[in-house]
């Protein structure tokens, strides 16, 4: 199975900076070994995939529903309209910002599914359910509410995000990446099947150059979610190298 490096810029960027897509999409291309996918703000999803057509651009997040009145919302067929090949849903800051449920999540993924995108969809827990010994019951409760039970590695990964890790430079030991991301793999078992093991599972928060290589050699790690270090190539880019050792 490939490793799977996906950026996310979250809200930043102007079409300014997609010139540090340029880099990107070359270390895509020294890398055949690697997947690597670019999630931008809507407003650049057409420049980037004009500008960068080898590399795989998505959207951050769709609406559940194909249409309708969801004023400032964005629907799957849109983004993919607009050049997207994949996006992310239930993202933490999503789930906490925005109130976004598991059910959600789960809409939001079918959605995606019937407009053709593949998804990244996301769980993980917060620092008080952690402190309280509840991170692996929250997993394993965001992967039956959220995943499609008719998902397949060909068109969904699982990418699991500790929330009180993103943005913060803090990440969790390798070995309880290592015991949250057997969790998860065990429960998608339960769900899909035989199947779960083409499903990649990504580790997301702090993902820095210094320490992917580690992260990214932990057993059931099978790529990573970057937020921060995706919006130049210079941070980003080391990363991608990491996914190919």
């Keep these: ?16 900076a ?8 070359a270390a895509a291309r020294d890398y055949p070994s690697v997947d690597v996918m670019m ?24 609406h559940g529903s194909d249409s309708g009145a969801h004023t400032g919302c964005v629907s799957a067929a ?7 090949r994949f996006t992310i849903v239930g993202h933490s800051e999503r789930r906490g910002d925005q109130g976004e449920t598991s059910q959600d999540v789960w809409e939001k993924a079918m959605a995606a599914r019937r407009h053709g995108l593949s ?29 499609p039970e008719e998902a397949m590695g060909d068109w969904l990964t699982l990418a699991y995000e500790p929330r009180w890790a993103i943005g913060t430079g803090r990440t969790p ?29 990504l580790y997301g928060g702090s993902v820095t150059g210094a320490n992917a290589a580690e ?4 057993t059931d790690v099978d790529g990573a979610l970057v937020g921060g270090a995706s919006l130049t190539a210079a941070k980003f880019v080391p990363i991608v190298a990491a996914g190919a050792r």
Excluded: F, Y
């Design 119 to 147: 998804v990244i969809l996301c769980v993980g827990e917060t620092e008080a359910e952690r402190n309280a010994g509840r991170a692996a019951r929250v997993v394993q409760a965001q992967i039956e509410k959220s995943v």
């Design 39 to 62: 999630a931008l703000p809507t407003t650049l999803i057409g420049p980037a995939a004009a500008r960068v057509p080898a590399l795989t651009i998505g959207a951050q997040d769709v």
């Design 173 to 201: 030991t390798m070995e309880e990446i290592a015991e949250i991301h057997a969790i998860a793999r065990a429960k998608l078992r339960m769900l899909v099947g035989a199947t779960a093991s083409e499903i990649r599972i």
């Design 1 to 16: 199975m490939k490793k799977l490096i996906a950026g996310n810029w979250k809200m930043n960027g102007d079409l300014a």
């Design 215 to 218: 992260i990214l050699h932990v």
């Design 18 to 25: 997609l010139t540090e897509l340029d880099a990107i999409a």
């Design 78 to 84: 849109m983004v993919r309209e607009a050049g997207a």
